[in-house]
T-cell receptor
């Protein structure tokens, strides 16, 4: 039990489908993150939300659309994805800090496969 | 952008042996974190380091924040089969919320 819950754990979708990934944190944190983890690559930061406001979009294609309705919930809406988007998508949370440097706690990820 | 060079990429050891892995950067980092990831799960935080020279232990794990603020190492003593997994270093450069990750060290422990 990490305090960060992601659903679904596995998702297979066609390139024309629309789906959403969900993340919920129970740690009282106020910053949330989406990462992409592909084989043999470092974790890639996609989006950062601090106090529900998006503060980072790491040049992510518009077919990925994040939503953060409150400090505990984070969504990643997916549409018209490409095969190269198949990866493990990880959500993380941390305590936001002006000076930065707070450890991030991760969920177990959604394994996404694009057909 | 900033990069972390983590080595070795993989290690194959016998149960009971000690393990050492490290991470280096060309720029200064304000924090160093070490995570472990098991198959099918997300990274789990093992140790967090906040000050240059800091040495911190968590059971059989010991990590140090390099005095130059450009490197960190993780040692595992008396390895056991459940130590198997991928170990990632990560750090916050210059007060940023953005966490930079190494590529990971894959550890295999033979019983």
């Amino acid at each position: 039990e990490t305090g960060v819950t992601q659903t679904p754990r596995h998702l297979v979708m066609g390139m024309t489908n629309k789906k959403s990934l969900k993340c919920e944190q129970h740690l009282g944190h106020n910053a949330m993150y989406w990462y992409k983890q592909s084989a043999k690559k470092p974790l890639e930061l996609m989006f950062v939300y601090n106090f529900k406001e998006q503060t980072e979009n790491n040049s992510v294609p518009s077919r990925f659309s994040p939503e953060c309705p409150n400090s505990s919930h984070l969504f990643l809406h997916l549409h018209t994805l490409q095969p190269e988007d198949s990866a493990l998508y990880l959500c993380a949370s941390s305590q936001a800090s002006r000076t930065g440097g707070q450890p991030q706690h991760f969920g177990d990820g959604t394994r996404l496969s694009i057909l | 952008g900033q990069q972390l060079n983590q080595s070795p990429q993989s290690m194959f050891i016998q149960e009971g042996e000690d393990v050492s892995m490290n991470c280096t950067s060309s720029s200064i980092f304000n924090t160093w974190l070490w995570y472990k990831q098991d198959p099918g799960e997300g990274p789990v935080l093992l140790i967090a380091l906040y000050k240059a020279g800091e040495l911190t232990s968590n059971g059989r794990l010991t990590a140090q924040f390099g005095i130059t603020r450009k490197d960190s190492f993780l040692n595992i003593s008396a390895s056991i089969p459940s130590d198997v997994g991928i170990y990632f270093c990560a750090g916050h450069p210059g007060g940023s919320e953005k966490l930079v990750f190494g590529k990971g060290t894959k550890l295999t422990v033979n019983p």
